[in-house]
């Protein structure tokens, strides 16, 4: 870095005075703890680009003070350990600052129905920027995590809250800090945002998908900013239904209660489940999850249903007892190593709630299939736009791939425009 200017050679003085300070050990010398809310998904950046951040984007020169003379400093190694970045609310500290009080909760506003994504983006930025301290390992952070974080001194003595390094990964379920902030949930905030990044390996055989990968919410109550309108107002009037089956004997439940496992899915999300031989998936473009018009869920009778009448659920009782231990989920992909005894009686009972899904609209099971090849597979039959979307997703990502999917990079970036609306943003006017 040349100095041709005189701010430059301030800039340039000031960088080698602050990394030279003999009572400034350390840039995260602090005694007091922060607890941190991590409100962005993390992402990966090289130790380079972080050292960047945390200097205030002043490039070292190569060389150092030392011992009163210049010296070369060593260059630093290319390959060294990554860092996880995000953004992070500071819930309290040890001494009982709060420096983020006067900031709104992004978590709880989004909680309370805020719609406005661009104002929930601006509010995060305001937050403080916190990046892994160089060569730190074991559990990594998600989004709406609680860290424990030391922050580095400002120009001031006070906590910079601009730029900070978190040292180490604090449990949520540390009783100081769960009672704390037990009621602040940040999953409205990743439903409002729609998409979750998630740092993803995922492998079959040889080959393996590198995340991010992004996904969706798979909460009923979100189910309207997720899915197709249409598909989402028939998914709404399946889960009425199973909401209003329920036992004589046992009122207040409902028979079955299904539990969400997948909704929309981005087209790498699909390619990572298509290589995983031991799920049935569609191929990339291919599956009706990318649109918004499936959903795959699995279902359980609840304990007290069962043994509210045990001849009629006698078969999910185990031998030698007179009622069930616990509840008893329905067969997903592992119906076909069922006794045939059991294996009817699952099959009795889905094809109750395929009754349900059929008056919503619903396709069940996938046509010209058994229905243990995917029981957990719930579609709305929409066409039309669907198809186009479709062919758009096709359009896009396979001929610069070509057809063979082993021959997909496993690193490829998520693009996500060609499954939502099957226009490319960056070709319109």
């Given at each position: 870095?040349?100095?041709?200017?005189?701010?430059?050679?301030?800039?340039?003085?000031?960088?080698?005075?602050?990394?030279?300070?003999?009572?400034?050990?350390?840039?995260?010398?602090?005694?007091?703890?922060?607890?941190?809310?991590?409100?962005?998904?993390?992402?990966?950046?090289?130790?380079?680009?972080?050292?960047?951040?945390?200097?205030?984007?002043?490039?070292?020169?190569?060389?150092?003070?030392?011992?009163?003379?210049?010296?070369?400093?060593?260059?630093?190694?290319?390959?060294?350990?990554?860092?996880?970045?995000?953004?992070?609310?500071i819930l309290r500290t040890t001494n009982g600052l709060k420096p983020h009080i006067f900031l709104d909760d992004p978590?709880?506003?989004?909680?309370?129905?805020?719609?406005?994504?661009?104002?929930?983006?601006?509010?995060?930025?305001?937050?403080?920027?916190?990046?892994?301290?160089?060569?730190?390992?074991?559990?990594?952070?998600?989004?709406?995590?609680?860290?424990?974080?030391?922050?580095?001194?400002?120009?001031?003595?006070?906590?910079?809250?601009?730029?900070?390094?978190?040292?180490?990964?604090?449990?949520?379920?540390?009783?100081?800090?769960?009672?704390?902030?037990?009621?602040?949930?940040?999953?409205?905030?990743?439903?409002?945002?729609?998409?979750?990044?998630?740092?993803?390996?995922?492998?079959?055989?040889?080959?393996?998908?590198?995340?991010?990968?992004?996904?969706?919410?798979?909460?009923?109550?979100?189910?309207?900013?997720?899915?197709?309108?249409?598909?989402?107002?028939?998914?709404?009037?399946?889960?009425?239904?199973?909401?209003?089956?329920?036992?004589?004997?046992?009122?207040?439940?409902?028979?079955?209660?299904?539990?969400?496992?997948?909704?929309?899915?981005?087209?790498?999300?699909?390619?990572?489940?298509?290589?995983?031989?031991?799920?049935?998936?569609?191929?990339?473009?291919?599956?009706?999850?990318?649109?918004?018009?499936?959903?795959?869920?699995?279902?359980?009778?609840?304990?007290?249903?069962?043994?509210?009448?045990?001849?009629?659920?006698?078969?999910?009782?185990?031998?030698?007892?007179?009622?069930?231990?616990?509840?008893?989920?329905?067969?997903?992909?592992?119906?076909?190593?069922?006794?045939?005894?059991?294996?009817?009686?699952?099959?009795?009972?889905?094809?109750?709630?395929?009754?349900?899904?059929?008056?919503?609209?619903?396709?069940?099971?996938?046509?010209?299939?058994?229905?243990?090849?995917?029981?957990?597979?719930?579609?709305?039959?929409?066409?039309?736009?669907?198809?186009?979307?479709?062919?758009?997703?096709?359009?896009?990502?396979?001929?610069?791939?070509?057809?063979?999917?082993?021959?997909?990079?496993?690193?490829?970036?998520?693009?996500?425009?060609?499954?939502?609306?099957?226009?490319?943003?960056?070709?319109?006017?």
């Amino acid at each position: 870095m040349a100095a041709t200017t005189n701010a430059e050679g301030l800039a340039l003085l000031a960088g080698l005075v602050r990394k030279n300070n003999p009572n400034n050990k350390s840039l995260t010398d602090n005694v007091v703890k922060f607890f941190v809310r991590v409100i962005t998904e993390p992402i990966d950046v090289s130790s380079t680009y972080a050292d960047l951040l945390l200097s205030d984007n002043f490039i070292e020169p190569p060389f150092e003070v030392s011992g009163g003379r210049l010296v070369h400093r060593e260059e630093p190694d290319p390959g060294s350990h990554p860092r996880l970045v995000f953004m992070g609310k500071i819930l309290r500290t040890t001494n009982g600052l709060k420096p983020h009080i006067f900031l709104d909760d992004p978590c709880s506003l989004a909680s309370a129905g805020e719609q406005d994504i661009q104002y929930l983006d601006k509010l995060i930025s305001l937050h403080t920027l916190f990046i892994s301290e160089a060569g730190s390992y074991g559990v990594t952070p998600k989004f709406g995590d609680v860290v424990s974080v030391t922050l580095g001194q400002s120009d001031f003595q006070g906590p910079e809250l601009k730029v900070a390094t978190f040292s180490e990964v604090s449990s949520t379920q540390d009783s100081e800090l769960y009672n704390y902030e037990s009621s602040v949930q940040c999953d409205s905030l990743k439903a409002r945002l729609f998409l979750n990044t998630e740092r993803s390996t995922i492998t079959s055989g040889q080959k393996q998908v590198l995340g991010p990968i992004h996904h969706y919410s798979k909460k009923e109550e979100d189910l309207g900013e997720v899915l197709q309108e249409d598909a989402a107002a028939a998914f709404s009037d399946f889960f009425d239904e199973l909401s209003d089956h329920k036992a004589a004997d046992v009122p207040s439940s409902p028979i079955y209660i299904p539990e969400i496992t997948s909704t929309r899915r981005s087209v790498k999300h699909q390619f990572s489940l298509w290589l995983n031989n031991d799920l049935p998936a569609a191929k990339p473009c291919y599956s009706d999850h990318q649109y918004g018009y499936a959903i795959d869920m699995k279902f359980r009778i609840p304990m007290r249903v069962i043994n509210s009448d045990t001849a009629k659920y006698g078969a999910f009782i185990p031998e030698g007892e007179t009622s069930a231990p616990q509840d008893v989920w329905l067969c997903t992909s592992n119906c076909k190593d069922l006794s045939d005894e059991l294996r009817t009686e699952h099959k009795k009972h889905y094809k109750k709630i395929q009754e349900f899904a059929n008056r919503a609209g619903l396709i069940w099971p996938i046509p010209d299939k058994s229905w243990t090849y995917d029981p957990v597979h719930f579609a709305y039959p929409s066409k039309g736009n669907k198809d186009t979307l479709k062919q758009a997703c096709k359009d896009y990502y396979y001929p610069p791939r070509g057809d063979s999917l082993e021959d997909w990079p496993s690193d490829m970036d998520d693009v996500v425009w060609p499954i939502e609306t099957g226009v490319d943003p960056l070709q319109q006017s």
